[in-house]
């Protein structure tokens, strides 16, 4: 059906958009997504931005250790979430991936429990925020090291090829890296075996204060996939549409043994790399302010609202919903005693070693 | 030194003024590494050098720490003085290969032909709640490696003058600078002349134990030893500052003295450089022993994101104090 519809073209030279930044369908095939999904991807943005709001100001009253903004890279995460089959694809996401986890259907709760380090967090307090992970969600755990999720991510898809499950991958990751041996070794593996996976690119032009143009002599990343056997599509990463209806292809490429495919989406990123940065340092409050105007939520409103299907009032409302649901989380994990010390000892191996289980000891007094 | 000239320094200053003064002195000296250029660095190192020596010698380099590392290797193989920056002994991993089978093999390897005079900095430790990933104490592991030469700075005075004596050696030099150290300040002198950085030193002089530490957590071991003194313990605290070769003649010394030791460590406990330690001191100095050693390291788990355990996964004063106590009361 879809894939009929459009057939999207492998190194296109401009990135693929299907709406304006006015809001108005432009795509040459037509909408075949209902009202109530239409409203949801919104709704998803729109939380993921909240969320981000919120991420930084537990930081700032020192309740999370870290943050690395999405904000701007809301429509290729929550594209990519509606694009895969929820419990049954897996994820391999990276650090800035909040609008993706949250879309797929990671809760309030759980994800605030993670990155406050809570007795409720299912991750057992070790992790660092903006690492989330869910084996009922099939969220991949995320990895520091940049790109050293990928190679993960492609044994997995090629697993679920040699036993013919029918399911497939999604990984995801910045332009930064693109440069690591890690991205280069595992895309091509998966073009060598063809694996059932999409890489996505959510290329906002920086690592950190590095310019895309430092990073590589390329002019795109999607350009990379030739040299590894597969399709590579440019899209516009403020469009979540577009990211949608690429994204969605590839995905069922993937599972009718079409092999893997490399998706650029180009984001932009509004905030800083992360709460330990200043990005005032290497970049003009002018040329953010320009970049704001591109912003992918309000492309999708002003879409919304032509379609009669938004207004001023079911965005308050909605805002209000979510910041009380924020707040009822938080108020749960305020409530919720510390993590008891010992606790770091588990888990190291599926058993308890006696090494361990005498360092335990000793640590116990 | 004249008392004159001293000025108040932080130990990221101090790195700072180093390479700024190597820059200087050697034009084949440059830095590169990610976010070394216009950001000036992870943790503000390299601040305002760019400005100072252009793009060419601050090098802002793609996200590959394999392709600079190795780049860097090649560098010094042409000619040059290279002052890598790994962010953090964490991404050195992505890089061990260059590291460990090109850089401190290749003197040996080729018969003697090719030096690699390159120096390797990063950031190590725990401390900033940042988890496993980001958390690791590796320098204990890379001074188990022939070939390469592995320095801790742990006081402003070594930050600044460690870095100059490393650039003269004719071997890869790591030099590991412990991320909780970077805001600490100490008086500090213009100059620097003739630095030593092979031998270990006595921080602090006792006569009842000797705490032997390095890096991030000889700050610690010196409160320790402070509380100590509180008690009536002489604890005298030894800084190792070179890992490898590991000066055993001051050590030896220091445990021929005081007759005890307890070693503090960051790393983990098994196979960790206090193990090192630990044996060499069973070797040469067994008969001047009136306790076993003991030691402090981290707890051999993954380090968590929780502060407080974080921080109790990790060496602490009254860990160290604790430990100490057992072996004064210990007898052999
Ligand atoms: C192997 C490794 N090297 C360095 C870092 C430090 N670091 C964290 S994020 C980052 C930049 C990544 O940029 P990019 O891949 O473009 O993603 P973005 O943050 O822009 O979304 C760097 C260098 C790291 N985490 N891992």
Redesign the pocket.
């Known amino acids: 059906m879809i894939a009929d519809t459009q057939n999207f073209k492998p190194f296109n030279p401009d990135p693929i958009a299907v709406l304006s930044q006015s809001g108005d369908w432009i795509a040459p095939f037509a909408l075949t997504l209902d009202d109530e999904t239409l409203k949801t991807i919104y709704k998803h943005m729109l939380a993921a931005r909240l969320l981000d709001e919120r991420f930084i100001k537990l930081q700032r009253s020192g309740k999370m250790s870290f943050v ?1 903004p999405h904000s701007g ?1 809301e429509a290729p995460q929550v594209a990519a979430a509606h694009a895969i089959s929820k419990g049954t694809d897996w994820l391999f996401p ?3 991936d909040y609008a993706m986890t949250l879309a797929l259907g990671q809760s309030v709760l759980e994800i605030l429990a993670q990155t406050t380090g809570s007795r409720l967090d299912t991750a057992k307090a070790r992790q660092m925020p903006m690492h989330p992970g869910s084996k009922t969600l099939n969220i991949f755990t995320g990895a ?5 999720h990928i190679p993960p991510a492609v044994g997995t898809a090629i697993s679920m090829k040699i036993r013919e499950t029918g399911q497939a991958v999604l990984t995801s ?5 693109t440069s ?1 041996g890690d991205f280069h070794a595992a895309i091509n593996y998966a073009g060598a075996k063809g694996a059932p996976i999409v890489f996505l690119c ?1 290329n ?1 032009r ?3 204060s590095v310019d895309f143009n430092k990073q590589t002599g390329s002019e795109t990343i999607a350009i990379k996939a030739k040299a590894y056997g597969m399709p590579g599509y440019l899209v516009d990463g403020m469009d979540v549409l577009a990211c949608y209806y690429v994204l969605k292809e590839c995905v069922e490429n993937a599972r009718a043994g079409l092999g893997p495919s490399l998706v650029e989406a180009q984001v932009m ?1 509004f905030g800083a ?2 709460s330990a940065d200043d990005d005032t340092v290497y970049r003009s409050k002018e040329e953010l302010e320009l970049m704001r105007q591109r912003d992918p939520i309000l492309r999708m409103r002003r879409f919304l609202e032509k379609q009669g299907l938004w207004s001023d009032k079911a965005e308050e409302k909605f805002i209000k919903e979510t910041q009380l649901a924020f707040q009822t989380a938080l108020d749960t994990l305020a409530e919720a005693e510390k993590v008891p010390l010992e606790w770091m000892f588990d888990d190291v191996y599926a058993e308890l070693l006696p090494h361990l289980a005498q360092q335990k000891k000793e640590f116990l007094g | 030194m004249s008392t004159a000239t001293l000025v108040k320094t932080s130990y990221r200053e101090a790195v700072r003024a180093a390479i700024r003064e190597a820059m200087k002195r050697d034009n084949r000296v440059f830095l590169m590494g ?2 070394v250029g216009e950001y000036g660095g ?1 943790y503000a190192v390299s601040m305002g050098l760019l400005e100072e020596f252009g793009p060419e010698r601050i090098r802002d380099t793609p ?1 590959s ?1 394999s392709a600079f590392v190795g780049a860097g290797i090649g560098a010094a193989l042409g000619g040059m003085r290279p002052i890598v920056e790994v ?1 953090t002994v ?2 050195s991993l ?1 890089a061990l290969d260059q590291i460990l089978n090109t850089a401190a093999t290749l003197l040996h390897m080729s018969g003697g032909q090719f030096n690699v005079p390159i120096v390797i900095r990063m950031a190590t430790g725990a401390g900033r709640q940042l988890a496993a990933q980001h958390s690791h104490s590796l320098e204990g592991w890379y001074a188990h490696i022939p070939g390469i030469k592995v320095l801790a700075p742990g006081t402003v005075e070594d930050a600044r003058g460690m870095l100059w004596p490393a650039l003269q050696d004719p071997d890869p030099v790591l030099i590991f600078e412990n991320a909780a150290l970077y805001n600490m300040e100490a008086e500090m002198p213009g100059e620097f002349k003739d630095f030593d950085i092979s031998k270990a030193k006595i921080r602090r002089a006792g006569s009842d134990l000797s705490l032997i530490s390095y890096g991030g957590s000889l700050g610690k071991t010196l409160a320790a030893a402070e509380e100590l003194a509180k008690v009536g313990i002489s604890a005298e605290v030894l800084d190792l500052r070179s890992l490898r070769p590991l000066d055993t003649e001051t050590i030896m010394d220091s445990v021929r003295r005081t007759n005890r030791a307890v070693i503090v460590d960051e790393g983990w406990r098994t196979g960790s450089l206090a193990a090192e330690v630990m044996a060499s001191i069973m070797e040469q100095a067994f008969y001047d022993l009136d306790a076993p050693v003991g030691r402090v390291c981290s707890e051999e788990v993954p380090i968590p994101y929780a502060k407080h355990m974080e921080e109790a996964a990790i060496p602490q004063i009254p860990k160290i104090v604790a430990a100490a106590k057992e072996v004064l009361n210990a007898h052999v």
């Not at chain 1, 520091?144 to 050293?148: D, F, T, Y």
């Open positions: 690395a890279h990276y650090y800035r520091s090291a940049i790109a050293s990751f910045g332009d930064g890296a690591e959510e906002n920086l690592a950190i990123r790399h992360s | 990610e976010d992870c996200l720490e962010m964490n991404f992505l």
